[in-house]
């Protein structure tokens, strides 16, 4: 127990995975997710908020892909992601 009470954080057990090159899980540190709010049909749209959810703290970056044409974007953004990854700037997906 500490003087703050509110402050302590009790995680169960469970165990640790990985989303990309980021750990999730058992004793790794809790990561910051976050969730595109473009249309994933725009890729472009998608594609350049990826690196502003990076930089604003978010280990980890989902897309939805709610219909067939967000689908049909998902193979660039995803190319787009990995050619970034190449620069040295990892954005898991």
Do not use: W
């Amino acid at each position: 127990m500490s003087v703050r009470p509110c402050r302590d954080i009790h995680r169960r057990k469970c165990r640790q995975i990985y989303v990309g090159k980021v750990p999730v899980g058992g004793n790794a540190p809790i990561t910051v997710q976050s969730m595109t709010n473009t249309l994933t049909s725009d890729a472009t749209a998608t594609i350049a908020q990826i690196p502003e959810l990076e930089e604003a703290g978010a280990d980890i970056v989902r897309v939805s892909c709610p219909d067939e044409e967000s689908t049909a974007a998902l193979p660039a953004i995803v190319k787009a992601v990995q050619v970034a990854d190449l620069r040295g700037y990892p954005f898991p997906l």
